[in-house]
């Protein structure tokens, strides 16, 4: 499949690029026609930094932010964006001054649970929500739920790539969508036209990576 992949560079910054490759893919939620990896935006140390610095340009100033709860591996870039958050002069209630950046766990029901020792991260705090890829939304809508169960309210979201704007009134701030991946198409599996034309799926997907059927 790598011999596929397609480069796309953000349009506010050349450090910044994702790679997608076409074909048919499923998630947890979705069929999709383009696999997105944003390996390198998570993982590359200057590229995780460039993007939260455009994330933070983005927040919204009048917010407190105590905790930035990362999914699928994108702690690097949630570290970069508290220094941006904190240099900033955002606001924190947190009695060290200085922001959490926590993941949940996710056991073996796929249900996202914090533990004892990071639920005060959580309970009574104003949250930053920051996901690699956003299809659906239901990936937030659980992760909103999980958060809310803990006591914490999220201010804020902010995804690598994303197709959609906002999740139960609260916006979703992204640094790639379908405009700068060309022709991306999702669609449930019901009405997914790859399994219509007996089309097989060549991997299975999310935040993370794939994996090969």
């Known amino acids: 499949m790598e011999n596929r992949m397609v480069k796309f560079y953000s349009k506010e910054s050349s450090q910044l690029a994702l790679h997608a490759i076409p074909g048919h893919f499923a998630t ?14 998570k993982t590359r140390a200057k590229e995780a930094k460039e993007a939260a610095k455009i994330l933070y340009s983005r927040m919204p100033k009048n917010e407190y932010v105590d905790t930035i ?17 904190e240099y900033g ?4 209630t947190n009695r060290h ?23 005060p991260a959580i309970l009574g705090k104003h949250i930053v929500l920051l ?9 937030i809508r659980r992760s909103l739920e999980c958060i809310h169960y803990y006591g914490g309210t999220v201010e804020w979201i902010a995804s690598v790539f994303s ?16 405009r700068d991946v060309t022709g991306y198409e999702a669609y449930t599996a019901h009405d997914c036209p ?4 007996g089309q097989r799926i060549e991997a299975m997907v999310n ?3 794939y994996s090969r059927l």
Do not use: W
């Not at 947890?28 to 935006?41: A, E, F, G, L, R």
């Not at 002069?89 to 924190?92: E, F, K, Q, V």
């Not at 197709?163 to 379908?178: P, Q, Y």
């Open 69 to 85: 709860v990362c999914m699928d591996g994108t702690e690097m870039i949630g570290a970069f964006l508290s220094e941006e958050i």
């Open 163 to 178: 197709t959609i704007d906002s999740v139960d009134g609260i916006r979703v701030e992204f640094l790639f969508d379908t």
């Open 207 to 209: 935040g993370f990576g």
């Open 194 to 197: 790859f399994c219509k034309e």
């Open 131 to 139: 996901l690699a890829t956003t299809t659906t939304g239901e990936t």
């Open 89 to 92: 002069g955002i606001l924190s």
């Open 28 to 41: 947890s939620h979705s069929h999709i026609n383009y696999y997105v990896d944003v390996t390198s935006v």
């Open 97 to 119: 001054e200085t922001t959490y950046v926590v993941s949940p766990e996710i056991n073996n029901n796929n249900q996202m649970l914090f533990r004892d020792n990071t639920k």
